[in-house]
């Protein structure tokens, strides 16, 4: 197998390419009469091929491929042609072969990849990247492996996949390849082209941006015919790869459509690669062109070599008017693609994983990001299918303006990442504010917000995010605390240090941008699966260490830590490791581990759970166990079992708990089927079903051998709340002790909750309270180790943020002590501030006693602010811009003490605008018969400069200007002599109050 993820083949002098693509040679209607694959190089120099293959597979191949060794070397700015099989038709013979095949290529596609090895490969379904593949390309729309994505369209007996005109390599089958005539070249001299014909000229048709768009999904014109249009210019992208800019009819915009409401005013105007002028944005443009389609977006083709143009005119436009957006369902998005929009609702972020490669982030309408649908709906309901049409109907993502693939070359990669460059962190379940005028556009499949330029690491982005990291766990309660950590491949025996050691051995890794490993792709045989080497293994550990003395609970069950004994060491050597780097940074002694029992299974996986522990607090009650059941565990890791109680304390205080690792839901490997197939739950879901099945009879089992009535279930179930797994617990008595808004994973762009910790009766009798850390599935994947110098800006902190990949999950429990007094949360019920100044929540806790403990405000998923109790009374402040203006019904949430309970209240925190003052100034006096400049600065309480549209009287006449970053003007026009008085109104926008203010102005 080889990995999924970035390609890394680039088209910018890095490396060789595959050009074209052929596989119809021979067919009815063919013109050459062999299939063939050519390559490309675009580099300066001679690349040598030996020792290099193309292989190949059918579409529906999922096993190694057909090789064809190659032999010689490809020219520098040269090709190199590879003749495959013939068939009986076709009229025309290949150019003279660089390196001939016996392989029969399929004409509607296939799978065919440039290898540096002769050695037969199988690489995985999905996105391919890595040595030894070179580069990879998905021939048809349905391939299962792929560079990017798949082509949108298959070659046919008569067309062949070949570079599209621009030349770039994208890491993106999808974008880089277009179906056409094939054009067979080997590594002689390129053919003398045949002179063109010079076109006859031909008399574009005037018509608006609208009737170019269409009330439909694509243009209803003849896309072969010349148009003509004009607009003002909103947006521009000569870099990035855009190729263009966007026109928008003059004088539109402003307020929302009618809810189905016609066809759009802008459109994307394309230029294509070559060095042409651009327009500035504000421009007022003539375009001509083509109207076509490119993957769903709606452009003018206005590229030179299909007779377009574009031209500046010096005659005065009426400015375009950000449109106000409430997002519209999918179905009603097309009429506003390409115009220039201000979003009015609130945003949370719900996907930050393109944010590491292409400057991308998913965000969902609302204060919830998109929710994995089994997570709160059982497979196969209404209710599963209305959670779908919620995520639908809420999802959009904003980019950065660019197609750039910042994982892919070298070049890529030295360019520092948009929005988080600067410090800034872009999570998961934090609010999103977009704060400037973007462009609603389609692609790649998606709807997004662009920004009206390319957004760089040093540029002004046009939305700002919520910073919700905390450095320690919620309040719990509780005199123990027990929590669960899956803590991503903690192997201290490393892929070079185990490949070295032994014959048959060998690792593939990935690389960062200087091309050092840092972390292992695979190590075969049943090698480990972690850092690369020592100084990423002490990257990976000091962010795990942080984590867990964070995290500071009594127990902690941990999940993906290495089975020693596979790599003939003592079992438990990693985990004696990662114990002592804790016990270095939090003391001597603090943390110890349960040792593995006696008797381990036969036959075990690398990986393994297990337990550590406060011996200061908790103590072990006799040996852990291994569940050692293998008619079912034999793809999983069995559950760990060990009682526990305080410190000194009775037996009849001990509770059991079994830590667990199910069955992932990948599909790699043997495929699955019957109820292991892959569906709604993921695959292996059957297999799962059977585990939790065998657990259940384990744990009464182990809970009567331990003489304990609760037992906790910790760990990774890789099961979402509502699906089979859990629910076989739930039958049996357990009780997921879940923590409300916040989930352990995140996938595809949508959160839900892989790692649980449920209860039995008795155990959930003991729990105080709960709460899952968010400090990794929330965060991007660019702070894990395995990402240290990927990009220009390293990202990499011996921090907590980004340990793993799942959250930890903690958990209160009262053991053997008095049960508090209970509690009251007193507010004012209603506060009020404007947005920009602190709001201050007085909080009174009314019990027994004097309390003391912590109180934290909770919103969307976070704690927007916390203060100490003091002799049962607090003051919490919330930082000034944390909440934009609307009212909030917010958590108030009272940790509790060792004499008191927690307790719940609420207040309700009415945010208003900004408040706004106008600050004028104008040409004093202005010369008669000359014109002038009024200047309009908008100050406000925010802290933001403000936006949004100016209205101006002056001589009689009406003026409206749009303002950005607070600033305003104006041109007066020539007046008489005297004094006069110009009236200024701001609108206001989403955050900042109206304003009114008038300026005189004398003219002599």
Same mark, same amino acid.
């Given at each position: 197998?080889?990995?999924?993820?970035?390609?890394?083949?680039?088209?910018?002098?890095?490396?060789?390419?595959?050009?074209?693509?052929?596989?119809?040679?021979?067919?009815?209607?063919?013109?050459?009469?062999?299939?063939?694959?050519?390559?490309?190089?675009?580099?300066?120099?001679?690349?040598?091929?030996?020792?290099?293959?193309?292989?190949?597979?059918?579409?529906?191949?999922?096993?190694?491929?057909?090789?064809?060794?190659?032999?010689?070397?490809?020219?520098?700015?040269?090709?190199?042609?590879?003749?495959?099989?013939?068939?009986?038709?076709?009229?025309?013979?290949?150019?003279?072969?660089?390196? &001939?095949?016996?392989?029969?290529?399929?004409?509607?596609?296939?799978?065919?990849?440039?290898?540096?090895?002769?050695?037969?490969?199988?690489?995985?379904?999905?996105?391919?990247?890595?040595?030894?593949?070179?580069?990879?390309?998905?021939?048809?729309?349905?391939?299962?492996?792929?560079?990017?994505?798949?082509?949108?369209?298959?070659?046919?007996?008569?067309?062949?996949?070949?570079?599209?005109?621009?030349?770039?390599?994208?890491?993106?089958?999808?974008?880089?390849?277009?179906?056409?005539?094939?054009?067979?070249?080997?590594?002689?001299?390129?053919?003398?082209?045949?002179?063109?014909?010079?076109?006859?000229?031909?008399?574009?048709?005037?018509?608006?941006?609208?009737?170019?768009?269409?009330?439909?999904?694509?243009?209803?014109?003849?896309?072969?015919?010349?148009?003509?249009?004009?607009?003002?210019?909103?947006?521009?992208?000569?870099?990035?790869?855009?190729?263009?800019?966007?026109?928008?009819?003059?004088?539109?915009?402003?307020?929302?459509?009618?809810?189905?409401?016609?066809?759009?005013?802008?459109?994307?105007?394309?230029?294509?690669?070559?060095?042409?002028?651009?327009?500035?944005?504000?421009?007022?443009?003539?375009?001509?062109?083509?109207?076509?389609?490119?993957?769903?977006?709606?452009?003018?083709?206005?590229?030179?070599?299909?007779?377009?143009?574009?031209?500046?005119? &010096?005659?005065?436009?009426?400015?375009?008017?950000?449109?106000?957006?409430?997002?519209?369902?999918?179905?009603?998005?097309?009429?506003?693609?390409?115009?220039?929009?201000?979003?009015?609702?609130?945003?949370?972020?719900?996907?930050?994983?393109?944010?590491?490669?292409?400057?991308?982030?998913?965000?969902?309408?609302?204060?919830?990001?998109?929710?994995?649908?089994?997570?709160?709906?059982?497979?196969?309901?209404?209710?599963?299918?209305?959670?779908?049409?919620?995520?639908?109907?809420?999802?959009?993502?904003?980019?950065?303006?660019?197609?750039?693939?910042?994982?892919?070359?070298?070049?890529?990669?030295?360019?520092?990442?948009?929005?988080?460059?600067?410090?800034?962190?872009?999570?998961?379940?934090?609010?999103?504010?977009?704060?400037?005028?973007?462009?609603?556009?389609?692609?790649?499949?998606?709807?997004?917000?662009?920004?009206?330029?390319?957004?760089?690491?040093?540029?002004?982005?046009?939305?700002?995010?919520?910073?919700?990291?905390?450095?320690?766990?919620?309040?719990?309660?509780?005199?123990?605390?027990?929590?669960?950590?899956?803590?991503?491949?903690?192997?201290?025996?490393?892929?070079?240090?185990?490949? =070295?050691?032994?014959?048959?051995?060998?690792?593939?890794?990935?690389?960062?941008?200087?091309?050092?490993?840092?972390?292992?792709?695979?190590?075969?045989?049943?090698?480990?699966?972690?850092?690369?080497?020592?100084?990423?293994?002490?990257?990976?550990?000091?962010?795990?260490?942080?984590?867990?003395?964070?995290?500071?609970?009594?127990?902690?069950?941990?999940?993906?830590?290495?089975?020693?004994?596979?790599?003939?060491?003592?079992?438990?050597?990693?985990?004696?490791?990662?114990?002592?780097?804790?016990?270095?940074?939090?003391?001597?002694?603090?943390?110890?581990?349960?040792?593995?029992?006696?008797?381990?299974?036969?036959?075990?996986?690398?990986?393994?759970?297990?337990?550590?522990?406060?011996?200061?607090?908790?103590?072990?009650?006799?040996?852990?166990?291994?569940?050692?059941?293998?008619? =079912?565990?034999?793809?999983?890791?069995?559950?760990?079992?060990?009682?526990?109680?305080?410190?000194?304390?009775?037996?009849?205080?001990?509770?059991?708990?079994?830590?667990?690792?199910?069955?992932?839901?990948?599909?790699?490997?043997?495929?699955?089927?019957?109820?292991?197939?892959?569906?709604?739950?993921?695959?292996?879901?059957?297999?799962?079903?059977?585990?939790?099945?065998?657990?259940?009879?384990?744990?009464?089992?182990?809970?009567?051998?331990?003489?304990?009535?609760?037992?906790?279930?910790?760990?990774?179930?890789?099961?979402?709340?509502?699906?089979?797994?859990?629910?076989?617990?739930?039958?049996?008595?357990?009780?997921?002790?879940?923590?409300?808004?916040?989930?352990?994973?995140?996938?595809?762009?949508?959160?839900?909750?892989?790692?649980?910790?449920?209860?039995?009766?008795?155990?959930?009798?003991?729990?105080?309270?709960?709460?899952?850390?968010?400090?990794?599935?929330?965060?991007?994947?660019?702070?894990?180790?395995?990402?240290?110098?990927?990009?220009?800006?390293?990202?990499?902190?011996?921090?907590?943020?980004?340990?793993?990949?799942?959250?930890?999950?903690?958990?209160?429990?009262?053991?053997?002590?008095?049960?508090?007094?209970?509690?009251?949360?007193?507010?004012?019920?209603?506060?009020?501030?404007?947005?920009?100044?602190?709001?201050?929540?007085?909080?009174?806790?009314?019990?027994?006693?004097?309390?003391?403990?912590? =109180?934290?405000?909770?919103?969307?998923?976070?704690?927007?602010?916390?203060?100490?109790?003091?002799?049962?009374?607090?003051?919490?402040?919330?930082?000034?811009?944390?909440?934009?203006?609307?009212?909030?019904?917010?958590?108030?949430?009272?940790?509790?003490?060792?004499?008191?309970?927690?307790?719940?209240?609420?207040?309700?925190?009415?945010?208003?605008?900004?408040?706004?003052?106008?600050?004028?100034?104008?040409?004093?006096?202005?010369?008669?018969?000359?014109?002038?400049?009024?200047?309009?600065?908008?100050?406000?309480?925010?802290?933001?400069?403000?936006?949004?549209?100016?209205?101006?009287?002056?001589?009689?006449?009406?003026?409206?200007?749009?303002?950005?970053?607070?600033?305003?003007?104006?041109?007066?026009?020539?007046?008489?002599?005297?004094?006069?008085?110009?009236?200024?109104?701001?609108?206001?926008?989403?955050?900042?109050?109206?304003?009114?203010?008038?300026?005189?102005?004398?003219?002599?």
């Amino acid at each position: 197998m080889l990995p999924a993820g970035s390609a890394a083949a680039a088209l910018d002098g890095s490396g060789v390419v595959i050009s074209e693509f052929y596989g119809g040679g021979g067919n009815g209607g063919a013109e050459y009469t062999h299939d063939f694959v050519e390559l490309y190089n675009p580099t300066d120099a001679a690349v040598s091929l030996d020792g290099w293959s193309v292989q190949y597979r059918n579409n529906a191949g999922t096993s190694a491929a057909q090789v064809t060794p190659l032999t010689g070397s490809i020219p520098a700015g040269g090709h190199y042609l590879v003749q495959w099989a013939k068939g009986t038709g076709g009229t025309k013979a290949l150019p003279t072969p660089d390196a &001939t095949g016996t392989v029969s290529a399929s004409a509607t596609g296939g799978q065919v990849w440039l290898a540096s090895t002769t050695t037969a490969l199988n690489p995985p379904v999905g996105n391919v990247t890595g040595a030894p593949i070179v580069d990879f390309l998905g021939a048809s729309p349905t391939s299962p492996s792929y560079e990017g994505a798949p082509v949108t369209a298959p070659p046919a007996n008569p067309t062949s996949l070949q570079r599209a005109a621009d030349g770039k390599d994208r890491d993106d089958n999808s974008l880089d390849f277009v179906v056409a005539a094939p054009t067979p070249q080997n590594s002689g001299p390129a053919p003398e082209p045949e002179p063109e014909p010079e076109p006859e000229p031909v008399d574009p048709v005037d018509v608006t941006i609208a009737e170019i768009q269409g009330t439909g999904a694509e243009t209803p014109l003849d896309r072969t015919a010349l148009v003509r249009t004009r607009g003002v210019v909103t947006a521009s992208y000569p870099t990035g790869g855009f190729d263009g800019f966007y026109l928008q009819t003059a004088g539109t915009g402003g307020d929302p459509k009618p809810a189905e409401g016609g066809a759009s005013d802008a459109v994307f105007v394309w230029l294509g690669s070559s060095s042409v002028s651009y327009p500035e944005i504000g421009d007022h443009v003539e375009v001509v062109g083509l109207p076509t389609e490119s993957n769903g977006l709606t452009r003018v083709d206005a590229r030179a070599a299909s007779q377009g143009s574009t031209a500046v005119l &010096t005659e005065p436009a009426e400015a375009v008017k950000p449109r106000e957006l409430v997002l519209p369902a999918p179905e009603l998005r097309e009429q506003y693609e390409g115009e220039l929009v201000l979003p009015t609702e609130a945003y949370t972020v719900s996907n930050n994983f393109n944010l590491n490669n292409f400057g991308e982030i998913g965000l969902a309408v609302g204060d919830t990001p998109l929710i994995t649908p089994t997570e709160v709906a059982r497979p196969g309901t209404p209710e599963l299918d209305d959670v779908k049409a919620d995520n639908a109907a809420r999802a959009i993502a904003i980019d950065d303006g660019s197609s750039t693939n910042f994982l892919g070359s070298a070049t890529n990669k030295a360019i520092p990442l948009p929005w988080v460059s600067g410090g800034d962190v872009v999570r998961v379940n934090a609010t999103a504010t977009i704060t400037d005028p973007v462009v609603i556009d389609w692609r790649n499949n998606t709807w997004k917000y662009q920004p009206t330029e390319q957004l760089t690491a040093e540029g002004d982005a046009p939305a700002t995010f919520e910073d919700t990291r905390t450095a320690a766990p919620e309040e719990v309660g509780g005199d123990l605390q027990l929590a669960t950590f899956n803590v991503l491949n903690y192997f201290t025996t490393t892929g070079e240090e185990w490949a =070295v050691a032994g014959s048959g051995r060998s690792c593939t890794y990935y690389t960062d941008r200087e091309g050092a490993n840092v972390t292992n792709d695979r190590c075969d045989p049943n090698g480990p699966r972690g850092a690369a080497n020592q100084a990423n293994l002490e990257r990976q550990e000091a962010k795990i260490v942080a984590a867990i003395n964070a995290i500071d609970a009594d127990v902690i069950s941990l999940e993906e830590i290495e089975n020693s004994a596979a790599f003939g060491l003592d079992r438990d050597e990693a985990l004696a490791t990662l114990v002592a780097a804790l016990n270095e940074q939090a003391g001597a002694d603090h943390w110890a581990y349960v040792p593995s029992p006696a008797a381990v299974p036969a036959d075990e996986d690398v990986i393994r759970t297990a337990f550590i522990y406060q011996p200061a607090s908790v103590e072990t009650v006799g040996d852990s166990v291994i569940h050692d059941d293998e008619a =079912v565990f034999f793809n999983a890791r069995e559950p760990l079992a060990q009682a526990f109680k305080p410190a000194g304390g009775a037996d009849d205080d001990a509770f059991a708990v079994i830590v667990n690792h199910f069955k992932s839901k990948s599909t790699s490997g043997a495929p699955s089927s019957g109820d292991n197939a892959n569906g709604e739950q993921g695959a292996w879901n059957g297999d799962r079903v059977r585990q939790a099945e065998s657990l259940a009879d384990f744990t009464a089992e182990f809970a009567a051998e331990a003489g304990t009535e609760a037992v906790f279930l910790t760990g990774d179930f890789n099961s979402y709340t509502q699906e089979d797994p859990l629910q076989v617990l739930y039958g049996e008595g357990f009780t997921d002790i879940a923590s409300e808004g916040e989930w352990s994973y995140s996938f595809s762009g949508m959160s839900g909750s892989l790692d649980h910790v449920l209860a039995n009766e008795a155990a959930t009798a003991m729990v105080t309270g709960s709460d899952i850390w968010e400090i990794n599935a929330v965060e991007s994947v660019a702070y894990e180790y395995s990402r240290s110098n990927y990009n220009a800006t390293d990202f990499y902190a011996p921090d907590a943020y980004r340990s793993s990949d799942h959250e930890p999950h903690v958990v209160g429990i009262a053991v053997g002590e008095a049960e508090p007094a209970p509690a009251t949360v007193v507010t004012p019920g209603t506060v009020q501030n404007a947005y920009g100044d602190v709001v201050r929540v007085p909080v009174q806790i009314e019990t027994e006693g004097a309390a003391g403990g912590r =109180v934290d405000l909770h919103w969307n998923g976070g704690i927007i602010g916390s203060a100490d109790v003091v002799d049962g009374k607090a003051v919490v402040e919330v930082p000034r811009r944390v909440l934009t203006p609307k009212s909030y019904r917010v958590l108030v949430r009272y940790s509790g003490d060792a004499t008191t309970q927690a307790a719940d209240g609420g207040v309700t925190i009415q945010v208003g605008k900004a408040r706004t003052n106008l600050l004028l100034s104008a040409t004093q006096p202005l010369p008669a018969g000359r014109s002038g400049t009024l200047t309009i600065r908008i100050g406000n309480s925010s802290g933001f400069p403000a936006t949004g549209w100016v209205n101006v009287v002056y001589g009689g006449k009406a003026f409206r200007v749009f303002a950005t970053r607070g600033l305003a003007t104006i041109t007066l026009q020539p007046g008489r002599v005297g004094t006069h008085r110009a009236s200024v109104y701001y609108e206001g926008s989403a955050t900042v109050s109206p304003a009114f203010g008038t300026l005189s102005i004398r003219v002599g």
